[in-house]
């Protein structure tokens, strides 16, 4: 059973920073994607940023250069570094997995945001301007 857990959540001005983790156990996939999502309210959920078993990452247009995704050493802790917080990443933000079948690539196939099987249960973050 995957179990995704979501913390650093929290109210910012705009500006400011803040770093989410994602406590990640009951997963053994060798190939897979890890990422974070977001959700504000009355909009869609969009994909933030994700990365695969290799290290290989891949960012939303609206956050290149300021947020950054990253592993622990034993791959079942995710970060997502953000920085340069703007009013518009007001969100929950959800961590979220999947596997990655030997027939596709991982970093296209996490590139692409899509199929994701296990979700956290979020976590707010605030800017304020």
């Known amino acids: ?15 400011g920073s803040l770093t989410l983790s994602c406590a990640a156990s009951g997963y053994t996939y060798r190939r897979y994607c890890m ?19 290799d290290g290989s990452t891949t960012y939303a247009d609206s956050v290149k250069g300021r947020f950054t995704i990253s592993q622990g050493d034993h791959k079942n802790t995710l970060y ?6 703007k009013p518009e990443d007001t969100a929950m933000y959800y961590c979220a997995a999947r ?24 976590t707010q973050v605030t800017v304020s301007s």
């Open 35 to 53: 990422g974070w999502f977001r959700q504000a309210p009355g909009q869609e959920r969009e994909g933030v940023a994700t990365i695969d078993q």
């Open 80 to 85: 997502l570094k953000m920085n340069s917080l």
């Open 99 to 122: 596997y990655v079948p030997a027939s596709l690539s991982a970093g296209v196939t996490c590139g692409r945001f899509t199929n994701f099987e296990y979700w956290g249960q979020g």
């Open 1 to 15: 059973q995957v179990h995704l857990v979501e913390s650093g959540g929290g109210s910012v001005q705009s500006g």
